[in-house]
């Protein structure tokens, strides 16, 4: 049943892509963006056509629910969009693929982009997408909380150790400490764990990709020190359900009192609960280590199968000048001229900008996909009792150590 | 002459069937033995889906899943019936609202549930502890033994108003002569359900039961709108593994090799089960 299901999925959506693409005419740019910048993107374009009079450029707002399915679809369609927003993780199975052009011809002052952002679109010697947007994780905090705990909240844990401690003293009368993801989508589970992993001197593969690590005693101590917020009670009882949003609902209802998240959780708790006291800091590292984060954030590629690709590169070189790459952004530019703008001067976004340099790229690899799910299986099976870090790491290894063949 | 000009007015019709099913169902075979690049690799991909342990463990979570849901959609789903059969005042309400979870969108529902189950917001574990049945609440959906039993009581809720319904069908096309030659006879209440209802009622049963079955087997929307197959693959049954294959790991050979196993055990199951129920001699009450 299931495969009538996915052939029939397949069989719509080229029809529809199908449907899209015999509108394309010469000189019109199709930009898919995401609906979360759709006012800023709106007004790019209009700048950039009243410079340019030969060039329409026809937005179509996409959303983050499914985008990589049907990024892929499209692609594979042959049908393709001119440029695609696309989270730079996904940009090298792109490449492997053939499904993109490179754009070396078109990146702009290369040496001014975020090294890790650049690493992660790079592939065969090629820079395949353009990072405009980066971001990693800190820690946001409740200065409240921290005072009635008869801590400074001006002074934020710096280590592992001060995290737990804060943690415990925070915890009490249906509050928890330190929240963390144990459920929802898997990204969320691994952006806040993997981090502790690479400040611990682990990693999931290594270097070259041709073994799994994960249950090496670096990686295992610290998924136990992840795991260990909710085995001691300072992770909220929900913990195996909760994803990175649920967090931020308990956050903002008062029943935790810190969690990792990205600066774009700040607006947002604001809107909710305007007189929380919200503090950031950088995520803590064992003591005498340095801090880590997953980079993440979005670049711009442009299909192979694109009907204007000409006029679509000349539209990113625009996009991708200091002025619209902060301009534009959510979080923060990947151009490190751009962050030099007024808008990043805020304060409250010091610990997120400083987190930056510590941004790591995730590997990429073809089965990567089922490699962070095999390793997320394994720290719910630890959150659910069934196995200690050791054996839930050890058996991931061995799922992961499968999927490199 | 005539029968070619049939054959014309049917062909749109065949040439739709033929792209909407047999296309997409022989397609499936192909992508199962070939890979990414479409050369043939034999039965490499069943192989390869065969290996992880998970994929064992999402065909036994589907037998729970599919078993435990039809067991208690048919028991329920018949008592609403013959329920609802009776007269009583507001009877025609009670049928309409009965009706309500089978009406709502499997999406909605399975949402609604989500929360209503939540650990530290669910309206579940605020009654339960309010009244003081709980001393702390219960993570429902978080611990290993409770989690696809939540799963089934919800698949339950959703489909017994299907059952009853149909099964109510059924109760009001028995004449009513059988009841008084029964009464004649002395029978009590229970005598009718058991020796005039139940009987009367088995081939809708048998028919509606066929259809849970089917819907039970591909069914993805309640277990991956609440859990995505979590925790730790608690819930995860097949169909969700496949489309987890297909559209996350982009793996459409893979995930359509087991397509292909999937559809061979479910063809099985179905046959045994026409041929062991429906296909018994007429009833002989």
Known sequence: MKSLKIAGLLALSVLSSVATTTLARAGEVTWWAPNWGEERAKDLAKRFMAANPGITIKMEVTVSNGLPERVLTAMRSGAAPDIIEVQHGWVNGYAQGDLILTLDDVIQDKADFNKAA???VTWNGKTWGIPYRIETHGVIYNKDHFREAGLDPDKPPKTWDELVAA??????????????TGGGEVGNTIFRSLPFIWMNGGDILNADMTKAVVN??????AVEFYTGFYKQGLAPKSTLENDGLALRRLFVAGAVSAYQSGQFDLPAILKENPNLKLGAMMIPAPAGKQTAAILGGWSYVIPKSAKNPAEAKKFLQFLNTTEAQGF?????????????????????????????????????????VKMVQAYFDGIQRILLGDQTAQKAMDQANEEIQALLK | MRSNAGFVFVLPALIVLFMLIAYPVAYTGVLSVTNEQGQFTGLQNFADVLRPRVTTQALWNTLWWVGGSIVFQVILGVAAAILLNQNFVGRAIVRSIALIPW?????VAATTWAWMFHTEFGIINHMLTGVGALDEPIGWLTRGNTVLPAMIAINVWKLFP?????????????????????????ASYWDEVRHIMLPQIRPVITAVTLLLVI???????????????GPANRT???????????????????????????????MIIVFIYIRALANQPGDNQ
């Open chain 2, 236 to 266: 995860l049954i097949t169909p969700i593994q496949i489309f987890r294959l297909a559209f996350e790991n982009v793996e459409f050979n893979q995930a359509a090799a087991l397509s292909v196993m999937f559809f061979g055990i479910v």
């Open chain 2, 103 to 107: 009406v709502i969108p499997g999406i």
């Open chain 2, 162 to 186: 299907f059952v009853a319904i149909m099964v109510l069908a059924g109760l009001q096309s028995i004449p009513q002569e059988l009841y008084e030659a029964a009464r004649v006879d002395g």
């Open chain 1, 118 to 120: 650049l690493d992660y």
């Open chain 1, 328 to 368: 534009y952004t959510d979080t923060f530019p990947a151009r490190i001229s751009s962050t030099k703008l007024p808008r990043f001067d805020d304060p409250m976004l010091k610990p997120f900008a400083e987190m930056l340099p510590f941004g790591r790229p995730v590997p990429v690899h073809r089965n990567w």
């Open chain 2, 215 to 229: 819907w039970a087997l591909n069914s993805i929307t309640i277990i991956y709108a609440i859990t995505k197959g």
């Open chain 1, 216 to 221: 090496s005693p670096e990686a295992v101590k």
């Open chain 1, 167 to 180: 943690a415990k003293a925070m915890t009490k009368a249906g509050r928890s400490g330190f929240g963390i």
